[in-house]
């Protein structure tokens, strides 16, 4: 049962935001992808930008903000903080599955998932905050059975969250036509969050039981160091015999001038023969929301 039901029991999403864009990190690069950002995630990051110092952020803000995109992009911690601050509930947006599911197909420019037959879907993904948090899951089921034609759906995930056996049996038996992608971040040390928090082969594990599935790790660093951390992630994921498809390194840094560290990280992808992704939107857009 979804936790946002209003005084008159009807279900209700609660996000941030939803938007039309070109999908700008990992496995589909560039892609046309509608984003459902939720609202709530069970981390904070507070590292990340901050060389690992872990001092909680405090993200209240003097600035009388009326609406999310008047809010300012936090360039240290988290980057979608305002997806999950309490400081920043009231910016939230509540609406029901079919008036979400309105909106995505007529943000769609053809009005459909698919222009041209059998080539280039556009993409639904739901990021946040955390998507997979518990009282999303129905809503997400719920929405997509309201978007026939839906061909490819991705959760940017945090790797925490269990899906349940009704998603599971959801993707598997009533949309197995969907192609579900796991992009898993990891939050390793620079974000600032604790190992035992972070890491939880099992929520994995659950991911790969989704037969038409993908799951693949996209680890954020600011360096080279960084990446032997990474190495043992990756090794305990395959020791609890975990499925991975890919393992793509993003550089840490919210906006360009933060990304100083690209080639670096870029070189060492080659050396370790993993995938580099780049963070395409912020650099054909910078630092902004809806993008
Ligand atoms: S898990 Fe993602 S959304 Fe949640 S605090 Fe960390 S970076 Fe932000």
């Given at each position: 049962m979804s936790n946002r039901i209003d005084d008159f029991g009807i279900q209700m999403i609660k996000y941030s935001e939803l938007f039309y864009s070109?999908?700008?990190?990992?496995?589909?690069?560039?892609v046309p992808s509608i984003f459902l950002r939720f609202f709530g995630c069970n981390?904070?990051?507070?590292?990340f930008g901050r060389?690992?110092?872990?001092?909680?952020?405090?993200?209240?803000?003097d600035l009388q903000i009326e609406t999310l995109e008047d809010a300012p992009i936090p360039?240290?911690?988290?980057?979608?903080a305002m997806s999950w601050s309490k400081e920043f509930a009231h910016l939230a947006k509540k609406d029901l599955p079919s008036t979400i599911a309105q909106k995505i197909v007529d943000l769609l420019p053809s009005k459909?998932?698919?222009?041209n037959e059998n080539v280039n879907d556009v993409h639904l993904v739901f990021t946040g905050g955390?998507?997979?948090l518990k009282g999303n899951q129905e809503d997400i089921m719920q929405l997509i059975m309201l978007l026939?034609?839906?061909?490819n759906v991705t959760f940017e995930t945090n790797g925490t969250q269990v899906i349940s056996e009704e998603m599971i049996d959801f993707f598997n038996?009533?949309?197995?036509?969907i192609h579900v992608t796991f992009s898993v971040s990891p939050k390793l040390k620079n974000s600032g969050e604790e190992y035992d928090k972070a890491f939880n082969h099992h929520a994995l594990k659950i991911m790969n039981v989704v037969g038409n599935s993908y799951t693949y790790i996209k680890a954020v660093l600011?360096?080279?160091?960084q990446f032997d951390e990474l190495q043992e992630w990756i090794d305990m994921y395959y020791k609890r015999f975990v499925k991975l498809d890919a393992i793509y390194v993003m550089p840490e840094g919210a906006t360009v001038e933060q990304q100083n560290n690209y080639a670096e990280i870029a070189n060492e992808c080659l050396k370790r023969e993993v995938y580099f992704s780049p963070r395409l939107h912020i650099d054909l857009w910078g630092n902004k929301w809806g993008t």
């Open positions: 070109l999908q700008g990190e990992g496995r589909f690069v560039g981390m904070q990051c507070p590292g060389d690992g110092d872990s001092t909680p952020i405090d993200y209240k803000s360039n240290l911690g988290c980057d979608s459909s998932w698919q222009r955390e998507p997979l026939p034609g839906l061909k038996y009533d949309r197995p036509d600011s360096k080279v160091e």
